[in-house]
């Protein structure tokens, strides 16, 4: 996995470069400008760039979306010195893979990185305070909550919220009971709950159910499964 790191901080990114080179990450090249990281990532397109939230030119966020339209094949995973849910929901709708705290253990921003580079979206310590903003007037918090959760996810969340067992939704979903588990984890762990029952009260107490999960309360036929 190549990764390009990019903070306005030199001593900081240098520092996070030669962590992570020696729990065998690849770090392709550092940056502390926007223009500086865009020549990286053109130079050495990397699988992923870890990216500042603040530039003293420019918000991350806006660089995070350049990102997307200049490098979309570059997993964005964004790096934040203090927990603020609204930028949270504002990099999970910019398309950010990843958003996680600066000042947490090598060892759980090396296990992010990892997540993330097999296809997972990592939200570090703000699910709950992301379906906070999801409940403001406007928020858009369907479109956040179909970017936090993949298309699989949300079918077993709207399964959970239905009070479907592992049998069920492996039935109803045609997929291995196993697979019905690691899927209910994954959404748990996103939304930041420990039960079925707790991701089912916040997601309808956020108001966003019906908005990103179609169909999840429409009558199903009587022995529909």
């Not at 409940?135 to 936090?148: F, I, K, M, N, T």
């Amino acid at each position: 996995m190549k990764l390009v790191l990019a903070d306005p901080h030199r001593l900081f990114v240098e520092s996070l470069a030669a962590a992570l080179a020696r729990r065998g990450f690849v770090v392709a090249a550092m940056a502390t400008s926007p223009p500086e990281l865009f020549a990286r990532l053109a130079e050495h397109r990397p699988d992923i760039c870890v990216l500042a939230t603040h530039f003293p030119t420019c918000s991350g966020l806006d660089v995070l979306q350049q990102i997307g339209r200049q490098h979309p094949w570059v997993k964005a995973v964004m790096l934040s010195a203090v927990p603020d849910p609204g930028l949270m929901a504002a990099a999970i709708e910019g398309g950010a893979a990843g958003f996680i705290s600066r000042d947490c253990h090598i060892v759980d921003i090396v296990r992010s990185l990892a997540r993330v580079r097999h296809g997972e979206r990592v939200f570090d310590g703000a699910p709950r305070d992301a379906v906070r903003v999801f409940r403001l007037p406007g928020a858009g918090g369907g479109d956040r909550l179909r970017v936090l959760l993949t298309s699989r996810e949300q079918e077993v969340l709207m399964q959970i919220t239905e009070g479907e067992c592992t049998r069920q939704i492996a039935r109803s979903l045609a997929i291995t009971e196993a697979t019905v588990r690691t899927h209910v984890q994954n959404v748990l762990v996103k939304l930041g709950v420990h039960s079925r029952l707790e991701a089912s009260t916040v997601v309808a107490e956020s108001g966003v159910l019906d908005a990103c999960l179609p169909g999840a309360h429409t009558s199903r036929p009587a022995g529909g499964r």
